[in-house]
């Protein structure tokens, strides 16, 4: 077995979440990602990619729609958790690290939610974002949801990324030990660089708040 990557440790605070009979997520979808299926015209026989699916929630949204939809996650408690939860749609999850492993097969929409936060170093963000061009249709578009005010920056030490601390569980209020896990919160102009770095066209950007994350920025992409 090859050394972990630091953000493997969200597949051991899975584990250690659901290992306590919990989700460390609300369930519900996130709303952006209907929208922007709206305003790209995407419909439900279209392929789509989502990149980071965790517990689920939107996946099971859009293939409860009729979906053509492949979710994935690099981590595979998180997979097995999808496949369990949602069994009539099992064939649909497996496992991806977006920034290792190889995908043949182009999309015509691409979403990650949440996912971007969790990369720490410029070439790992970069790679995530240029998987997402690279394996984009002609005509396709992408949706990249990451925690940030616009304004707000800060970084975590990947080194510790395994560590263990307290936390509160929301939905609970149980107090969990888990992983300290990664994040990194970016500005805007630097999320926007960013994207535009990879190779990509931003055709719309803004605010995303939802149940589970207070204050979030998106962008709607094309391949450039």
């Known amino acids: 077995m090859g050394k972990q990557r630091y953000y493997e440790a969200y597949d051991l605070r899975y584990r250690q979440v659901h290992g306590q009979g919990l989700e460390w997520f609300s369930g519900m979808p996130t709303p952006i990602v209907a929208e922007a299926l709206q305003k790209c015209g995407i419909s439900p026989e279209t392929p789509m990619l989502e990149i980071g699916c965790g517990e689920g929630h939107d996946a099971a949204f859009l293939l409860g729609k009729g979906c053509n939809l492949l979710a994935t996650d ?94 509160v569980h929301e939905g609970s209020g149980k107090t969990v030990e888990i992983a300290s896990t990664s994040c990194r919160i970016v500005t805007r102009d630097d999320f926007r660089r960013e994207i535009e770095g990879a190779g990509l066209v931003i055709t719309e950007m803004g605010d995303a708040v939802w149940d589970d994350v207070p204050f979030a920025m998106y962008a709607i992409v094309k391949r450039g």
């Not at 492993?101 to 936060?117: G, K, M, Q, S, T």
């Open 74 to 167: 690099v981590s595979p408690a998180a997979v097995d958790f999808c496949r369990a939860k949602y069994p009539e749609w099992a064939e649909h999850f497996d496992v991806l690290d977006a920034l290792a492993d190889p995908l043949e097969a182009r999309f015509d929409f691409i979403y990650a939610v949440a996912v971007l936060h969790m990369l720490v170093p410029d070439e790992d963000r970069n790679r995530l974002l240029t998987f997402i061009r690279e394996h984009l249709t002609e005509n396709g578009f992408g949706l990249v949801v990451t925690m940030g005010d616009g304004e707000m920056q800060r970084a975590t030490d990947i080194t510790k990324a395994f560590d263990v601390q307290a936390r």
